[in-house]
C-alpha cells in the first residue's frame, strides 16, 4: 500500500505539470534523453 | 621519517564515517530551504479557510512520508553511493538509472543549488545599506556555493559537521518562531476563522490540487540522505531511521509553523502576505521580528545547499564508479576522503548557472522528472521484492508485497 499511495499520488503530481506546462515539459524531456547518447558511450567504453 | 603511501585514488573508497544523527540532520536540513517561511502565503490564497490550508500540509506531509518509507526499505537493502542512482540501476536495469545520474547532474542538482544559493544571496541584501545588484547576488550567490563546495572538499566530517550547525539552528529558529506565534501577545483563536472556504467541495478540489503540488515541493529533499550510502555507519539501521525521523520531523515543524503563521494574521492575511513569517514575527516580536526571520532564512538556505553540495556529487561519483561516467569523477582524495572532482565539477557547473542566470528556467523543464523518478523508486520498491528477493531487507516498509 505504502509505495502505492504514493505513486499515485507522484503520476497525479507529473501528469498535472505536463498539463500545466507541456512545452517546458517536453524541453526537459528531451534535456533528459539528451543523456542517451552518453550512455551509448560509456556502454560500449566499459 | 616515515614516507607518505602511495594510494591510488581510484582505489580509495569513500568511508563510513556518518552517524545516524549527521544523517537526519543532512535530511531535515535539505528539506528546509526557504519554502517554510514564504509558501504558506500561496497556500492560503489557494485555498481560503485555516483548518483547509492545514490539511493540505498534513496531507502533503503524509505524502512525502510515504515516499520516505518507500525510499527506507531501499535505502537499508542497498547502503550504496548514488543512492536513488543505485535503486534504478538494481530494479530498471543501467539506462533509467543513467538518465537518472545524467539529469541530476547536469540540471535538476546543479539548478537547485544555483536557485537557493541565489535566494540565500537576496537575503543577505537586508543587512546591507543599499540593496544588492542584481551582479552583487550573483556574485554572493557564487560565493557561497564555491565556499560550500571548498568546505565539503576538504572532509566528509567537516561537510557533516556544518550541516549539524546549521540544521540545528535552523530547527531553533523555527521553533522560536512558531513558540513566540503562540506564547507572546499578538496572536488570537479567532483567526482561525474561517476554517472553511464558502461554497461546494467539488468548486475546491482544484485550488486543493494547486496548493498540495506547492507544498509536496516544499516538502522535497527526503531523499537526500541515500546519495551518501556508502558512508553511514550501520547502515541497515540508520539509513531507514534518518530518512522516515527527518521527514516526521519536518512534517511536525510545517504543520505548526503554518498554524501559528494563522494564529497571528489570520487567513487572509497570510494570503497577501510576501514573507509570512516576518509579518507575523513583526506582530509578535516586533521589528526585531524581521531580522530574525532573514537570518533564519539565510541559515537554512545556506544549510539546504550545503546538504545538497555534500550529498549529489556521490551521485556522479557512484555512476563513474561503475565505469558509466567520466572516470575522474570517481576520484577520492587520498587524504581529505572525498570526491573532489565530483563536487568540483558539480561546484563549477551550478557557478555557471547562476553566473548566466538561467537556472529557474531550466529547473522548470526537468521539474517534472524529479517526481517520475521518485514514482520510479516506489515501484522499485515492488519489483525488487519480487526480483531480488534473497537480498536482506532490514527494514521491510508496510505493504510493499503486490501479487
Redesign the interface.
Known amino acids: 500500500m505504502t509505495p502505492i499511495v504514493f505513486i499515485a499520488f507522484a503520476v497525479w503530481l507529473v501528469y498535472n505539470t505536463i498539463v500545466e506546462t507541456p512545452r517546458d515539459s517536453a524541453i526537459g524531456a528531451g534535456l533528459i534523453l539528451l543523456g542517451l547518447p552518453g550512455y551509448w558511450y560509456w556502454k560500449t567504453r566499459r | 621519517m616515515t614516507t607518505e603511501p602511495q594510494i591510488s585514488p581510484l582505489a580509495t573508497d569513500l568511508k563510513r564515517e556518518l552517524t545516524l544523527f549527521d544523517a537526519v540532520m543532512i535530511n531535515a536540513g535539505t528539506m528546509i530551504a526557504s519554502a517554510i517561511f514564504i509558501v504558506p502565503a500561496s497556500i492560503a490564497a489557494a485555498v481560503p479557510g485555516s483548518a483547509m490550508s492545514t490539511l493540505v500540509w498534513i496531507i502533503g506531509g503524509a ?1 512525502s512520508l ?2 520516505a ?2 525510499v527506507a526499505e531501499l535505502a537499508a537493502a542497498y547502503p550504496e553511493a548514488g543512492g536513488q542512482y543505485a535503486y534504478l540501476r538494481e530494479a530498471y536495469g ?2 533509467p538509472a ?2 537518472y545520474g ?2 541530476n547532474f ?2 535538476i542538482n546543479t539548478a537547485s543549488i544555483a536557485a537557493i544559493a541565489v535566494g540565500f544571496a537576496r537575503y543577505v541584501g537586508f543587512f546591507t545599506h543599499s540593496p544588492l545588484t542584481e551582479a552583487a547576488i550573483r556574485v554572493s550567490a557564487i560565493a557561497s556555493i564555491v565556499g560550500l563546495t571548498l568546505l565539503n572538499c576538504r572532509g566528509v566530517r567537516l561537510g557533516a559537521t556544518t550541516q549539524n550547525v546549521l540544521t540545528s539552528l535552523k530547527i531553533a529558529a523555527l521553533l522560536a518562531l512558531i513558540v513566540s506565534s503562540f506564547v507572546l501577545p499578538g496572536g488570537a483563536a479567532a483567526n482561525f476563522q474561517p476554517l472553511w472556504p464558502s461554497g461546494s467541495v467539488g468548486q475546491w478540489i482544484g485550488p486543493f ?1 494547486v496548493a ?2 506547492a507544498v ?1 515541493w516544499a516538502y522535497d529533499g527526503w531523499i537526500e540522505t541515500t546519495y551518501v550510502g556508502s558512508e553511514i555507519v550501520d547502515p541497515g539501521r540508520n539509513l531507514p531511521r534518518s530518512i522516515i525521523l527527518s521527514t516526521v520531523i519536518v512534517v511536525v515543524l510545517y504543520v505548526l509553523a503554518s498554524v501559528a503563521y494563522t494564529y497571528v494574521l489570520s487567513p487572509a492575511v497570510v494570503a497577501r502576505s510576501s514573507l509570512v513569517a516576518s509579518d507575523a514575527a513583526k506582530v509578535t516580536i516586533g521589528s526585531a521580528g524581521a531580522a530574525l526571520v532573514v537570518v533564519a532564512i539565510l541559515i537554512s538556505t545556506l544549510g539546504a545547499n550545503n546538504g545538497i553540495i555534500l550529498t549529489a556529487a556521490r551521485i556522479p561519483y557512484a555512476m563513474a564508479r561503475g ?3 567520466f572516470r575522474s569523477q570517481g576520484l577520492v582524495h587520498p587524504r581529505y576522503g572525498t570526491p573532489t572532482v565530483a563536487l568540483l565539477t558539480q561546484g563549477v557547473i551550478a557557478s555557471t548557472l547562476t553566473a548566466f542566470g538561467k537556472y529557474d528556467q ?1 529547473f ?6 524529479q ?2 523518478f ?2 520510479l523508486s ?2 522499485a ?2 519489483r525488487l521484492r519480487k526480483r531480488a528477493p534473497q537480498v536482506a531487507r532490514p527494514y521491510r ?4 508485497d ?1 501479487r
Not at chain 2, 522548470?364 to 522528472?369: K, M, S
Not at chain 2, 516498509?397 to 510493499?400: A, E, I, L, Q, S
Open positions: 505524502v510515504l515516499g518509507l518507500s543501467p539506462v543513467f538518465l545524467w539529469a547536469a540540471v490540487g498540495m503540488v509536496l565505469g558509466m561516467f531550466l522548470t523543464y526537468v521539474v517534472f522528472a517526481f517520475v521518485y514514482a516506489a515501484g520498491v515492488i516498509t508496510w505493504g510493499g503486490i
